[in-house]
């Protein structure tokens, strides 16, 4: 499984686990969308660095395509990776978290 496929298995984990438990076959479920949202990211990369501009050098480039990648990357995990919010769920309260008492 890709670090995307991870980041959203952990993701649902946390903060849906309801419809988490509802997926038949996780591994299988999050390494396809893992691979989705990685030729996503891809795509997404090459379309918000634009064309090259004239006389750009080889570092501007590789900073301009490293920002553009991890621009696409939480643009991926807002809209593919994380979970519908109408599924999401409240996180439970720790033990000892006396917050609301004050």
């Known amino acids: 499984m890709n670090q995307y496929g991870k980041h959203a298995q952990d993701t649902w984990k946390m903060i849906a686990p309801t419809e988490y438990a509802k997926i038949v076959d996780p591994q299988e479920w999050f390494e396809n969308l893992g691979r989705e949202a990685e030729q996503a990211v891809g795509e997404l990369t090459y379309q918000i660095a ?45 033990v000892g978290d006396h917050s609301a008492e004050k």
Do not use: F
Not at 55 to 76: C, F
């Open 50 to 94: 634009g064309p090259d501009p004239k006389d750009e050098t080889y570092l501007e480039k590789v900073g301009r395509i490293n920002a553009s990648k991890m621009q696409a990357e939480e643009i991926v995990r807002a809209e593919m990776l994380t979970p519908d919010p109408a599924v999401q769920e409240e996180p439970d309260k720790g």
